[in-house]
């Protein structure tokens, strides 16, 4: 049985890490309102992009835009976000096996550019070939970080070395909730117009093909930008309650261990009380 | 009829309120945008965005932008939308001499010099509409 040393030893440690895991667990919940505060910021934008792209969508023919028509050949392109840093309970696990069923299941060519250090990581070891690697966009991502990842994944799919893009990354549904998904990004299938006036009542100045050219590139931008946002949303809300769960299982350990250390002093007490009974019994 | 404007960037709700008029910087020009227009989707350059609101003007510097004109409301969607008032002049004098500085230090081609001409563009625009509206000295509002 332990001493009363080593149990008092192993309380103050477990209290040590429960300062850090309380102290985590604060720092991710209030990231994660700021991460939430900048994905609601950015939807109107977004929303706007999809609006004026169906409005153009019903205008043009799927096939005049390199960005729009499906090409037979060239390789599938994954583009996997994670966090660059753990200790997010099971958030990065649960990704990384969903893009990796995505992988085993699709025959032929495949490559992946990692967004975030974790992915990168898993990527390596299961040893799939890498096309680019961008580190995580720290705490607060802008809009121009992930303007060279659209421009590299633009740019490989107009010149056919990618037949589809796709993206997974854990969406955030709520705090408890985080789903790793997969949507396709290029080519770009233009939602429906569901509200609003119908595109072919919009003058579009030059041409219809010409605000097409600007839009899509940012319209790529957008839509990973959206996917960066949502992905730290998810890392700050898992890690804050990994965290929370951490701290509520240090209580118990400290609990468990202060009993423990209650009932070693006791039988210590016992037997001293014992010998010191005896021995006045034998003088 | 008063006229709703919307400006959005990547980042953010600029601007949201109704106004009387606005005027933009067209990719072909000024243009000027008053109730009952057409419906209408351009691209924006990079320039000037002024409101007219009650006999007030209000300015922002816009870069990489379109424009929307609906019956109901018209929308700005630009990269960068900075309301006069908000933009540091410090800050935007610091950002034109670095991007001078990027542009005669190093060497540049292609890509490179498209972007680095752009981000001196642009500090140069926000510098100019920081600067009126310090001249003007007008008490900054909220809109």
Redesign the interface.
Same mark, same amino acid.
């Given at each position: 049985m332990a001493s009363q040393r080593d149990i008092r030893r192993r309380i103050r440690d477990v209290g040590r890490i429960k300062q850090i895991t309380r102290a985590m667990q604060f720092v991710a919940a209030s990231k994660l309102k700021r991460a939430q505060d900048?994905t609601l910021?950015?939807r109107?934008?977004?929303e706007?992009?999809d609006?004026?792209l169906a409005?153009?969508a019903a205008v043009i023919a799927a096939d005049e835009h390199p960005l729009l028509s499906r090409r037979e050949g060239g390789k599938r392109l994954l583009v996997l976000i994670t966090s660059d840093r753990g200790l997010a309970g099971p958030l990065n696990t649960n990704t990384i096996r969903f893009a990796a069923r995505v992988i085993t299941e699709h025959t032929g060519d495949l490559a992946v550019v990692s967004v975030g250090r974790k992915g990168r990581d898993a990527m390596r070891r299961a040893r799939v070939p890498l096309e680019a690697h961008f580190a995580g966009f720290g705490d607060r991502p &802008?809009?121009a970080d992930v303007i060279p990842l659209a421009r590299l994944v633009t740019d490989g799919f107009v010149s056919g070395e990618f037949g589809q893009i796709d993206l997974v990354y854990p969406r955030f549904v709520s705090t408890l909730i985080q789903r790793p998904v997969m949507e396709t990004l290029l080519p770009v299938a233009p939602a429906e117009d569901t509200e609003?006036?119908p595109g072919n009542?919009?003058?579009?100045?030059?041409n219809p093909g010409?605000?097409l050219e600007?839009?899509l590139p940012?319209y790529v &931008?957008?839509r990973l930008?959206q996917a960066v946002l949502e992905a730290k949303a998810s890392e700050e809300s898992s890690r804050m309650v990994a965290m929370k769960n951490a701290t509520e299982n240090a209580d118990d350990l400290i609990d468990e261990y202060t009993l423990a250390y209650n009932k070693v002093r006791q039988a210590n007490i016992t037997r001293e009380m014992i010998e010191i009974a005896t021995g006045a019994q034998t003088h | 009829m008063p006229l709703l404007l919307e400006i959005v960037t990547p980042e953010r709700l600029a601007y949201s309120d109704t106004v009387d008029a606005v005027t933009l910087p067209g990719i072909e020009g000024e243009l000027g945008v008053l109730p009952h227009h057409a419906p209408l989707v351009t691209m924006l350059g990079l320039g000037e965005l002024r409101i007219r609101k009650a006999g007030e003007t209000e300015t922002f510097a816009i870069a990489g932008g379109f424009l929307q004109v609906r019956p109901d409301k018209v929308v700005v969607m630009a990269e960068m939308a900075d309301m006069a008032a908000e933009i540091d002049l410090e800050k935007a004098e610091e950002a034109r001499r670095q991007a001078e500085r990027a542009l005669e230090g190093g060497f540049h081609e292609g890509a490179d010099l498209a972007a680095a001409r752009a981000a001196l563009q642009v500090a140069l625009l926000r510098q100019r509409v920081a600067e009126r509206r310090h001249r003007e000295g007008r008490p900054r509002r909220h809109g």
């Open positions: 900048s910021a950015a109107p934008y977004s706007k992009i609006e004026v409005d153009l &802008a809009f609003g006036i009542q919009f003058i579009f100045e030059p010409a605000v600007q839009l940012r &931008a957008t930008f | -």
